[in-house]
């Protein structure tokens, strides 16, 4: 389970909030699939930023998926309550935590507001597994995690996210893994300074 914690590589997260928003706002199914979700401190960050940013209407039609190999004891009861010790959310915006975090029967902890747990479903998967959980994501994330796999897998993994994602969806990963170049014709870069990707279409030749 790989370290975490609220608001982490919080420019990528704010670049792929910005551009995504325009594509979010206006459908009746938003979806995006976080993979390697840990303990849910990233999801749930998406899932504040997203409701600083979108409409009251919009941002009841998000779904975040987010998906972990571990599903279990730890896991399965941090993610299913929201709830996290107070020391952990030291690194908050200012004012983030006064809005969207209450006092928990546990000493020392607080809880997420159910309108920003609401908005995000956990379920085990392996990446390696290659098999996708579902189609048409406007965005997947899949930060931490691809730096673990040999460049064999790596590739075989985005390629599955590639097709996990709609036409022109957005993918985002860790700042020290570039994109394989035998996938450069399936995802073009965004900005040049953010690991965030835009999904081509895959031009294929003969019948």
Not at 2 to 26: C, I, K, M, Y
Not at 79 to 100: C, F, H, M, N, T
Not at 159 to 172: D, N, V
Request: net charge negative; aromatic share 10%; charged share 20%.
């Amino acid at each position: 389970m790989a370290f975490t914690f609220f608001f982490r590589d919080q420019q990528v997260l704010e670049q792929v909030v910005e551009h995504s928003l325009p594509n979010l706002v206006g459908r009746a199914h938003a979806r995006i699939w976080d993979a390697g979700a840990a303990t849910g401190q990233e999801p749930y960050t998406l899932s504040i930023m997203f409701a600083e940013r979108m409409g009251h209407f919009a941002f009841n039609n998000l779904r975040i998926d987010a998906t972990d190999v571990e599903s279990s004891g730890q896991f399965a009861q941090i993610v299913a309550a929201g709830v996290y010790p107070q020391e952990e959310l030291s690194r908050l915006p200012p004012g983030i935590q006064a809005k969207y975090f209450l006092p928990n029967e546990t000493p020392g902890h607080l809880a997420l507001i159910e309108e920003i747990r609401s908005r995000v479903t956990f379920q085990r998967h392996d990446l390696l597994s290659l098999e996708e959980i579902g189609h048409g994501y406007s965005v997947v994330l899949c930060k931490n995690v691809l730096l673990h796999f040999q460049a064999p897998e790596r590739v075989a993994v985005l390629r599955m996210f590639h097709r996990a994602l709609a036409p022109g969806g957005l993918l985002a990963t860790e700042r020290t893994q570039e994109m394989p170049r035998e996938l450069d014709p399936l995802f073009e870069k965004v900005i040049p300074d953010a690991p965030l990707f835009r999904k081509l279409e895959e031009v294929r030749c003969g019948s």
